[in-house]
């Protein structure tokens, strides 16, 4: 949730809004989706997205994620095994049993 507080003009003569934003941080239930969603098409059809190489991955990215919330959860998956902390996936799906 955000709100505007006060809106200003700076000496410069632009307006300048403050937002607030809450509630803003990591949702550890994208983490067990992503563990639990299994990819709807391609060259990995029905492997988990946590379980896809990242050669893979890389190569989505450069020709660009779906839309929607399979893009994201890919994005997700993609940021985590290029720097290094799929250990995270895995400790994930350890602990939701898949």
């Known amino acids: 949730m955000a709100a505007i507080i006060n809106p200003y003009k700076n000496p410069a003569g632009y307006y300048v809004y ?32 946590s379980d896809i190489p990242v050669s893979y991955l890389e190569w989505m990215h450069s020709k660009g994620f779906p839309p929607g919330k399979l893009g994201m959860l890919l994005a997700t998956v993609y940021e985590i095994k290029t720097n290094g902390l799929g ?7 350890k602990m939701v049993g898949k």
């Open 18 to 49: 403050i937002y607030f934003v809450e509630n803003l941080g990591p949702d550890p239930k994208i983490l067990v989706e992503a563990v639990q969603t299994r990819m709807p098409f391609g060259k990995y059809k029905d492997t988990l997205i």
């Open 87 to 93: 250990d995270i996936l895995f400790k994930v799906k």
